[in-house]
Nanobody, 130 residues
Framework: QVQVVESGGGLVQAGGSLKLSCTAS????????MAWFRQGPGNEREGVSG????????VYSDSAAGRFTISRDNAKNIVYLQMNNLKPEDTAMYYC???????????????????????WGRGTQVTVSS
C-alpha cells in the first residue's frame, strides 16, 4: 500500500522559514517525479515545485522561485521543500504528490499536470502571519 505523508508545517511570521518533508512508502521512489502543491483558503490548488526522479531537474512556480528549494533523498524516500522569506500569501495546505516518470518524462512543468500524479498525501498546514 502506497503512503505519502507530509510533515513540517506550522505557524511562522512573515519573513521566516519552514522546511516541509514528505515521505513516500510502498513504491519504488526513484521511479517517481515528486511535486508539491498547495491550496489556500478560497483558492484553487496550485503547483509549487517539482523534482525529477534523480533530482537533476527542479521546477518552480513564479511565486516560489527564488524563495523555495526542492530536494530529494532517494535513499530515504524523502522529498523536501525548504521555504524561505515566507509571505502571508503562502498560507495554505501543502500537499506532496508522486507521479510516475513514465507519465511525466518530457513535461516541462511537472506540477502543471496534477492529473498525472497518482499518489497524494493528506497535506500539512502552513500559516504565515503578517
Amino acid at each position: 500500500q502506497v503512503q505519502v505523508v507530509e510533515s513540517g508545517g506550522g505557524l511562522v511570521q512573515a519573513g521566516g522559514s519552514l522546511k516541509l518533508s514528505c515521505t513516500a512508502s510502498g513504491l519504488t521512489f526513484d521511479e517517481y517525479v515528486m511535486a508539491w502543491f498547495r491550496q489556500g483558503p478560497g483558492n484553487e490548488r496550485e503547483g509549487v515545485s517539482g523534482i525529477s526522479w534523480n533530482g537533476d531537474r527542479k521546477v518552480y512556480s513564479d511565486s516560489a522561485a527564488g524563495r523555495f528549494t526542492i530536494s530529494r533523498d532517494n535513499a530515504k524516500n524523502i522529498v523536501y521543500l525548504q521555504m524561505n522569506n515566507l509571505k502571508p500569501e503562502d498560507t495554505a495546505m501543502y500537499y506532496c504528490a508522486a507521479g510516475p516518470v513514465s507519465a511525466l518524462r518530457g513535461r516541462q512543468l511537472y506540477f502543471a499536470h496534477p492529473n498525472l500524479f497518482n499518489y497524494w498525501g493528506r497535506g500539512t498546514q502552513v500559516t504565515v502571519s503578517s
